[in-house]
């Protein structure tokens, strides 16, 4: 069987030795080095309540992430951007566990005002657990 995969989702090719340099490179990417962009709020139940990224639209955003596979990465998306680049996975070498990605959130959301609908969407899922 041929395993799946994310046709979607492309790598950057190149390979970051630093979560800045990731950072930096996605947001070349997406042309907003200069702007100033919001905070990405996470929306799953892992980082429902933490700034996980930043975002000059719902349509071009960065994120960062971690998984086994990919290790510490920041996922860019241009949904403006043709099929083949609208996901860009620019992953940062070297790196084995989540823990600099949950430093990395906490920081950005100590400085972040929550929005209220983020807000309404933890005491929902709070309210949800009860049940
Ligand atoms: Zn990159």
């Given at each position: 069987m041929v395993p799946h995969k994310d046709e979607k989702e492309r790598d950057c090719g190149s390979q970051h030795l630093s979560l800045v340099d990731a950072i930096r490179h996605a947001e070349q990417n997406l042309r907003c080095q200069h702007l100033r962009l919001e905070p990405y709020w996470g929306t799953t139940v892992e980082n429902?309540?933490?700034?996980v990224g930043f975002q000059l639209s719902s349509r071009k955003r960065w994120r960062l992430d971690y998984d086994i596979k990919k290790g510490v990465h920041v996922n860019e998306e241009n949904f403006d951007a043709s099929p083949s680049n609208q996901k860009v996975v620019h992953r940062v070498i070297g790196t084995s566990s989540d823990l600099q990605v949950r430093l990395q959130w906490r920081k950005w959301t100590s400085g972040a005002d929550m929005p209220d609908k983020v807000k309404e969407e933890i005491e929902f899922l709070a309210r949800d657990r009860k049940r």
């Open positions: 429902l309540g933490q700034v």
